[in-house]
């Protein structure tokens, strides 16, 4: 039986954590959870998994909670309660999927405890990816990633190593506007973007995959999870969806690792690891999809490509510089405050402007990113 501690349990993908840990109640225990501020869904899961703690980081959410919370439960709220939760020396895997850089402070807790942990949230590995893998080697931390395509790519390596590895292919299903032209672009809403034709996700990541970011976010992910340069990553649009990412070797052999899309594979497949587990998610059907197709991917209709890219070659903050800007642009968008052509334009002028730190530390990292924010909200 494994325990574990899930931050970010009402979100998209900690609910489908969840899902996997109810239909294996002899192979998973829900030690503890944590959300931000949805506590009908916090009391409910309590109600259902009965952790030994529940955190909610929105301090104005803890006198609430603590009321709707009977039995042993203990609440917990406030800075650090995050790294409480896991540090636990009790806990087998410390699963992280909070939406963006605010996984930065409990994946490092996380990481300095010797977890294992299975990871969902892509940016502080995209902000901090050298500094994390080494403190990870230090610390004997194991970093599994639930990012479909890391999944895969994890898959597909299996014993092989770095120096093995000749090209990684990223694939990605094109987002929610690979067949919108361009000159649409300016009068998108929200719904619009919102509206991704293969994966059910969260909001942030919806619109990543619209402007292709989330790509370029991966690139950067894939460079320090599987110590691979960045000329060795290439992004292929397969828009089926079905092949999750693909290692092809040095000796010209590819290996590719296939499902539908649905987040309950890569997430089991990091909660069983080194494992295998059974179960009933629906199994890929050949002749139902009947052909593969795939297609470069359109730098100059997204720009977030070759941003991503350059901030990767560029090093130093730029990548945390490009996650900031692009998060904190992507929250304007979402509110309605700017356009969603204008989102890349912030994000460029954002790195144009910033300064370089040759091998940042962790706080050169936070205070960067506060900084890139800080100038997003400014200029917009
Ligand atoms: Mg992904």
New binding site residues.
């Given amino acids: 039986m494994k325990s574990i501690s899930l931050l970010g349990s009402t979100g998209s993908i900690g609910r489908n954590v969840l899902d996997v840990v109810r239909k294996n109640p002899d192979k998973f225990k829900i030690k503890a959870i944590a959300a931000r501020e949805d506590i009908d869904s916090l009391v409910s899961q309590v109600e259902e998994f009965s952790p030994t703690t529940v955190a909610v980081t929105d301090g104005k959410c803890y006198e609430d909670l603590k009321k709707k919370i009977s039995g042993k439960t203990k609440v917990i709220s406030g800075d650090g309660c995050l790294e409480e939760i896991t540090s636990d020396s009790d806990v087998d895997i410390v699963f992280i999927s909070i939406s963006g850089t605010a996984a930065l402070r409990p994946l490092v807790a996380a990481v300095q405890a010797g977890k294992v942990i299975a990871l969902a949230s ?1 940016e502080p590995i995209v902000s901090a990816g050298k500094l994390i893998m080494d403190m990870a080697r230090e610390n004997s931390a194991v970093i599994l990633p639930v ?4 999944s895969a790519i994890m898959q597909c390596l299996g014993e092989k190593i770095s120096s093995d590895i000749s090209k990684i292919y ?1 694939t ?1 299903s094109g987002g929610s506007l690979r067949e919108t032209d361009q000159a649409e672009f300016d009068h998108l809403s929200v719904e619009d973007v919102l509206n991704h034709p293969k ?1 059910d996700m969260g909001k942030k ?1 919806t619109v990543d ?1 619209a402007t292709l970011m ?2 370029g976010l ?1 690139v950067i992910e894939a460079r320090w999870l599987f110590d691979v340069e960045a000329e060795k990553i290439k992004i292929i649009i397969h828009p089926e969806a079905v092949i ?1 990412s693909m290692i092809e070797f040095m000796d010209g052999t590819i290996s590719a690792s296939l499902c539908y899309p649905d987040m309950r594979y890569p997430i089991l497949k990091a909660l069983s690891y080194p494992g295998m587990i059974d179960n009933d998610f629906p199994r890929v059907d050949f002749l139902e999809i009947n052909k593969f197709s795939f297609e470069e991917a359109n730098r100059k209709k997204f720009p977030a490509i070759d941003l991503a890219y350059n901030a990767l070659n560029d090093g130093g903050v730029a990548p945390a510089v490009l996650n900031a800007a692009n998060e904190t642009a992507v929250g304007l968008f979402l509110d309605n405050k700017i356009k969603f052509n204008r989102i890349m334009g912030l994000v460029e002028s954002v790195l144009k402007a910033h300064k370089r730190v040759d091998e940042p530390s962790l706080s050169d990292i936070q205070v960067i990113e506060k900084w890139a924010s800080e100038e997003v909200l400014r200029s917009c």
């Fill in positions: 892509k990012d479909s395509e890391h990223i990605g994966w990541i995959s989330n790509k991966e999750h």
